[in-house]
């Protein structure tokens, strides 16, 4: 295992960033690909379909020729929200990291480096919300280099999170997690975050069936 450090993102990262980013991100499609077929509405359509075609023309070849244009059809569905993610942060936090994270005392962007090379992101932001009177920060883009991962990378950042919100004078830390990105959900219930609930972030999951779980730190005490 090679030795990393923590600092804070410069300039030069970015394209190392951007792209663990995207490819963090996108990596979860297969998976959630699977977990869409899973579904009874997904079963129910390529099921439906095939039969009412076959039931419709009496052509098993015309029934079975559907099959590969619906998975398709899913397969598409599934892309389109996390390209919707990708596109969207491209245009706003993302576009100049340091104008979002590193002009504000209150947030921050931090790399893991390994042998001179990037292998790890994570960032904070604080955020407000209307139900609660606590001060909170917003952990985003946790990502370690599939290389790298399984040597506690994500862990130690998050670890350097929970100390710059403590730091601060944070009271709570969130994060949300994919339902099936058992990685991530081990790194934060490990770290101490426990799972507030789970909800669609927007209809664009909600119509692929692909929740995410929210999670809480609570900020001990610095006195
Ligand atoms: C999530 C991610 C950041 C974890 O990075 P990492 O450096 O490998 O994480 P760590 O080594 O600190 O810890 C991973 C933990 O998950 C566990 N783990 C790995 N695969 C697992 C699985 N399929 N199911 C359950 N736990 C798993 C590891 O054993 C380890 O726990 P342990 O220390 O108790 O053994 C990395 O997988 C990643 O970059 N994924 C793509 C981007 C992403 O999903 N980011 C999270 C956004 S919420």
């Known amino acids: 295992m090679a030795p990393y450090t923590i600092r804070k993102y410069q300039d030069q990262d970015r394209e190392v960033v951007m792209d663990m980013f995207i490819k963090g991100l996108l990596t979860h499609v297969p998976s959630a690909f699977f977990h869409l077929l899973k579904q009874p509405r997904s079963i129910l359509l390529l099921l439906s379909v095939p039969g009412a075609l076959f039931l419709g023309s009496g052509s098993l070849l015309l ?10 059809f899913l397969w598409m569905a599934v892309r389109y929200p ?16 340091r104008k ?26 604080p955020v407000q919300q209307a139900s609660r009177r606590q ?17 506690g990378i994500a862990q130690t950042l998050t670890q350097t999170v929970l100390q710059f919100a403590q730091d601060q004078g944070y009271d709570v830390v969130l994060v949300n997690a994919l339902c099936f990105n058992y990685p991530a959900q081990r790194v934060y219930e490990k ?13 664009k999951w909600r119509v692929i069936a692909i929740p995410f779980f929210y999670y809480e730190y609570s900020v001990p005490s610095s006195l």
């Open 63 to 72: 029934s079975l020729l559907a099959l590969p244009g619906l998975l398709v």
């Open 82 to 97: 996390f390209n919707w993610y990708v596109d969207h942060a491209l245009h706003t936090d993302m576009k100049d990291i």
């Open 100 to 125: 979002s994270y590193l002009s504000d005392k209150g947030s921050c962007f931090w790399v893991a480096e390994s042998e001179g090379q990037v292998v790890g992101t994570v960032c904070v932001c």
């Open 135 to 151: 001060k909170c920060l917003e952990l985003f883009h946790l990502s370690v280099s599939p290389e790298y991962r399984g040597q």
């Open 191 to 203: 770290m101490g975050f426990w799972k507030s609930h789970e909800a669609f972030d927007s209809l």
